[in-house]
């Protein structure tokens, strides 16, 4: 689940990190006041009036403009606010702006990335730092991969004092921003773990003309399992930011996530469904979606999945892969039957069953009298479905 900046900045306040004061708002009618009363409280005219986005590359796009004076802003406000946006993250078809977050300027000295990560290979909390802040860290990456800097967290013991030292010295911190900088690190790695987070992204940290260090932005990715945790997150998500498909799977209880192929697929398990995705594209077919029904799916939640699968006007075929364990393959079979009647199906369909009542789910398959191919084996359903619907 993502969040907002300003929803970002809150937590940080919570933990005591600094960041600029800012008003955030979903009406840019009230742009100038927001303006007005930080230019009172700073002393300083100048503001930042920012697009609320779930995406990277807002100021490329045209979403960020530093202005002067509170009539600025809100010309600057009535711009933005209704605006799509299109960056490398949204995809071609942009984002809409439907919230604005009005921000104090600062005397920017340097801007610097840091970032709290799950890596997986290592199977370590990780810390990321560059002296690139505002840059796309994948350019950074890419171009100038030693000006990344990586710091492992013993999770025994938790980020150590020395590892922030360690973080600020690469960065060439000295002084006070030396100091903050290990207090940031410290309260990310509290952050990280207490609020169940994924990632957590400041891009730009930034260094004042004075030598402090606040952070000007805040990316955060939280871990969807953990929400039973944290009802606060119920508010904190905005469904105008997701694909309204996605957010009625999750609501029916399914994990789904639409991609841009044109084979629809319908497996149970998390690790089946990529193995599933993988051996499509090894027979030349482009998945349209991940689709988890669940270890324990019912007849209505497969005729569910179908009705979502579906729902794609991309989708040319679909391939159900189920490996029955809790969920038993006649069970599936009574789903798929009555999802292709229910459905009027008309593109082509492949299922292969194998697992706990095989037998009698294949059975059904045979006997509905429907137009399905039945197969043994994953991979002969997935040069099936790739060859039937190349035909389509």
Not at 40 to 49: I, L
Not at 102 to 122: K, P, T
Request: aromatic share 6%; hydrophobic share 45%; charged share 25%.
């Amino acid at each position: 689940m993502n969040i907002h900046e300003y929803q970002g900045k809150d937590i940080f306040r919570k933990y005591g990190i600094p960041v600029p004061k800012g008003i955030p708002m979903t009406d840019p009618a009230g742009a100038k006041a927001a303006a007005q009363k930080l230019i009172d409280e700073t002393k300083n005219e100048y503001v930042v009036v920012k697009a609320q986005i779930h995406a990277g590359g807002r100021g490329k796009a045209g979403g960020v403009k530093v202005v002067k004076g509170a009539d600025a802003a809100q010309a600057a406000a009535n711009e933005i606010f209704g605006k799509t946006l299109v960056t490398h993250q949204t995809g071609p078809a942009g984002k809409k702006v439907q919230r604005l977050l009005v921000e104090q300027g600062l005397a920017i000295e340097r801007e610097l990335y840091l970032a709290v990560v799950l890596d997986r290979e290592s199977r370590r909390v990780t810390f990321m730092a560059s002296t690139e802040g505002g840059m796309d860290i994948e350019e950074v990456a890419a171009k100038t991969p030693e000006k990344i800097l990586k710091v492992f967290v013993d999770p025994a013991v938790g980020v150590q004092p020395f590892q922030g030292r360690q973080l600020a010295f690469g960065l060439g911190l000295t002084g006070d921003a030396a100091k903050e900088l290990g207090q940031i690190v410290t309260a990310l790695d509290k952050i990280f773990m207490q609020e169940d987070c994924s990632l957590i992204e400041i891009n730009p940290l930034i260094v004042t003309k004075d030598n402090h260090v606040l952070a000007l932005d805040a990316k955060f990715n939280l871990e969807d399992n953990a929400s039973f945790r944290h009802k606060q997150w119920d508010e904190w998500r905005d469904l105008s930011e997701e694909k309204e498909v996605e957010v009625e799977a999750k609501a029916a209880g399914l994990s789904y996530i639409q991609l841009d192929g044109n084979i629809g697929c319908l497996v149970n398990g998390a690790g089946l469904a990529m193995a599933t995705m993988d051996i499509i594209k090894h027979y030349g077919g482009q998945p349209a979606n991940f689709l988890d029904v669940g270890g324990g799916a019912t007849k209505e939640a497969v005729t569910k999945a179908f009705k979502i699968i579906l729902s794609s006007p991309t989708v040319k075929g679909i391939f159900v892969n189920i490996f029955g364990g809790i969920a038993q393959c006649d069970t599936i079979a009574a789903g798929v039957i009555a999802a292709t009647k229910e459905l009027g199906l008309s593109v082509p369909l492949v299922v292969r069953l194998e697992g706990t009542n095989v037998d009698l789910g294949r059975k059904m398959l045979a006997e509905s009298g429907l137009k399905i191919t039945a197969v043994a084996t994953m991979g002969e359903g997935a040069q099936q479905i790739v060859a039937q619907t190349k035909g389509a």
